[in-house]
């Protein structure tokens, strides 16, 4: 007879969760970038990309590239491949586990010991040394041995997901204590609130998580965005190439809107097309952080001026353009297309290019704009809390800080909630944004009263994995 689960207000032992003396460590995976570090630090020290290069060898061997100094060569047959699938949950485990034990040996513990068979340091073996010094290895540190593990999650994570996930932190790493926390409710702690509405606008996956019950999500999120921008340079006049910095040999300054003048490299084996649209998302993504905005209100870009005839898009044309200078040299002032990519977020109907019809997702139906994923996630809620969550909003992510974005977004809800008093905290620290849900398992897992919360390695060899579905609710 399996022996109970033991109750989470009897503190562990020290030896069965690390202690107050050892760091616990947070690992943040997402679809863009997977972040981690010590808890009770102000800001992860590992960023490295949840991409990664795949080689294919002569002897048919794959090859890994892990972080931003290897995956970006441009190497033949070079691959950029990601773990995750577009709804931010894992998709291939392997090698999600190998990005994930790189993010943290990189840069935070000493790696792996290597196999004592190929790291070319040794002579050959004879069947029983290679035994006896595998066998060695095995019982070595694992390199995970000495810290707890707090891993964040999706709030629509799969229970056998949940599940694998504690087995790699335990029988992989060696850890010797694990806990699996919810992004939104992380946020949440990380903007000092019990209780509050998290707008998390990520790069895969918008999601409204109240932090009482349930989250919505949506596809417009920031690589919605990225094929937006696409649409938009194709359909210029004339059309705007985008040329990955790689490309580039040399370039020659030229005037705004003439072409460019560059020299380009040539390569005896093409890139693989992963790699080239890779690279293209780099300068997508600083086309985004520098030039593109969202109209702040009130009321829809299409939307015509209160008390006037003039529409909202008319107004943005007399404002003045931003100039953004592509990798071959080319120039050009972005007036009020600009406010084109980040539209469709707010207004349903708003789609300025061809085939520019928005994905769907079937937990939000056609409409999966902002405001009526809020709409639709506070009608789940009892009505005399959603006043509360409403005065307690809290925004992170990533594409949640496009400029204007905070701005249009109190506008709706206003126009939304005329009665409830509406607050939004949005940290103007971009860190503290984009990190907003490794930041709030930083605290909880630096937090002493927490350390009685751990699931321990004791308790993962008595009742296997599915004690995590018990334990992290």
């Known amino acids: 007879m399996a022996a109970a689960v033991q109750s989470s207000s009897i503190p562990p032992s020290n030896v069965e969760y690390g202690g107050d003396e050892i760091s616990a460590l947070v690992l943040d995976p997402g679809y863009s970038s997977t972040r981690a570090g010590f808890a009770g630090e102000d800001v992860p020290k590992s960023v490295v990309p949840s991409y990664y290069g795949l080689l294919e060898t002569s002897n048919d061997e794959r090859k890994y590239l892990f972080g931003d100094n290897s995956i970006h060569n441009s190497l033949s047959h070079h691959a950029i491949e990601n773990p995750m699938s577009k709804d931010g949950t894992v998709e291939d485990w392997d090698t999600a586990t190998k990005l994930w034990e790189y993010s943290i040996t990189s840069r935070l513990t000493n790696a792996k010991p290597s196999n004592v068979t190929t790291n070319g340091l040794n002579d050959p073996f004879t069947k029983e040394e290679l035994d006896a010094e595998l066998e060695a290895q095995d019982n070595e540190e694992k390199p995970l041995g000495e810290n707890p593990l707090l891993m964040t999650e999706t709030g629509w994570n799969a229970g056998k997901a949940r599940e694998k996930s504690i087995e790699i932190a335990m029988e992989h790493w060696g850890c010797p204590a694990f806990w699996l926390a919810r992004n939104g409710v992380l946020a949440s702690f990380a903007g000092g609130k019990p209780s509050a509405l998290v707008i998390d606008v990520g790069a895969a996956n918008t999601s409204i998580t109240p932090v009482h019950d349930g989250v919505m999500r949506s596809p417009l999120a920031g690589n919605y965005i990225s094929q937006q921008l696409r649409l938009l340079f194709s359909s210029s ?64 870009l299409t939307s015509n001026q209160q008390g006037g005839t003039m529409s909202n898009e008319d107004v943005t044309k007399t404002w003045p353009g931003r100039p953004f200078e592509f990798p071959d040299g080319y120039n050009q002032l972005f007036t009020h297309p600009r406010f084109h990519p980040a539209e469709p977020l707010f207004d349903h109907s708003f789609h300025p290019f061809p085939s520019s019809s928005p994905p769907s997702t079937s937990s939000s139906g056609p409409n999966q704009t902002l405001p009526h994923l809020i709409q639709q996630s506070l009608s789940n809620i009892d009505i005399d809390v959603r006043p509360h969550l409403l005065s307690n909003i809290i925004i992170t992510g990533g594409t949640s800080l496009l400029y204007g974005f905070t701005d249009r977004l109190n506008a709706e809800l206003g126009q939304m909630f005329p009665g409830p008093r509406v607050r939004i905290q949005a940290v103007g620290n971009s860190a503290e944004r984009r990190f907003g849900s490794w930041i709030g398992g930083s605290v909880l897992g630096s937090l002493g009263s927490f350390h009685q919360m751990w699931i321990s390695k004791k308790e993962y060899e008595e009742h296997g994995p599915n004690i995590v579905e018990k334990r992290c609710k």
């Open 237 to 300: 006049t004339p059309p705007i190439p985008l040329t990955p910095h790689y490309l580039i040999q040399s370039k020659t300054a030229v005037d705004a809107s003439t072409p460019a003048q560059a020299t380009y490299k040539s390569f005896s084996t093409p890139q693989h097309p992963s790699f080239r649209h890779f690279e293209e998302e780099r300068i997508l993504t600083e086309f985004k952080e520098s030039v593109v905005q969202v109209w702040p209100g009130p009321g829809k």
